[in-house]
């Protein structure tokens, strides 16, 4: 469901960006309780591109999240995930100048889509959403689809998901 478009103008190693990854699939479960399966992190050299900034040319690394739209969401709890998000860069990558996370935005234009076949939840009915399509993750799971095996996987696992 939501995709992290993280553009950096430094380089990063697949290790860095795996890392990094993984920092902000947890800040996003822990904060919004959706299974890892549905989070997406892109990673874009932009080292080249020219951006312009009151006038004058400027290079910084920034992370955009492309995530669904809900009165739930406030900005208050936006903004501590805005937070939480240069807390995992900086964990991961560093700060500073250079190397530091200039920008994070938030953008809730996901009103609506599809993800392996299946149509994405309302923001607030994550649980029943998983709920009604259980049966059908499980098919597929038992069908090898990798995907499934972890969701069903994350489903018994998670505190947060065992009343599904």
Request: proline share 4%; with cysteine.
């Amino acid at each position: 469901m939501p995709l992290y478009d993280i553009e950096h103008v430094i380089p990063l190693t697949d290790e860095q960006q795996l890392a990094l990854a993984n920092s902000l699939t947890k800040a996003h479960t822990d904060r919004f309780h959706t299974p890892t399966y549905f989070i997406n992190v892109r990673f874009t050299d932009v080292s080249d591109m020219k951006v312009f900034r009151s006038g004058r040319l400027v290079k910084y690394n920034r992370a955009i999240l492309r995530t669904r739209q809900s009165e739930n969401r406030t900005s208050e709890i936006l903004n501590q995930h805005c937070k939480s998000v240069i807390e995992c860069w900086e964990k991961t990558i560093g700060s500073g100048p250079q190397n530091g996370l200039h920008a994070v935005w938030i953008l809730g234009a996901l009103s609506a889509g599809m993800e392996a076949g299946f149509p994405r939840p309302l923001v607030g009915e994550e649980h029943e959403w998983l709920a009604t399509h259980k049966a059908e993750f499980q098919r597929l799971a038992d069908q090898g689809n990798q995907d499934f095996v972890g969701l069903m996987k994350e489903l018994s696992e998670r505190e947060d998901f065992k009343d599904i």
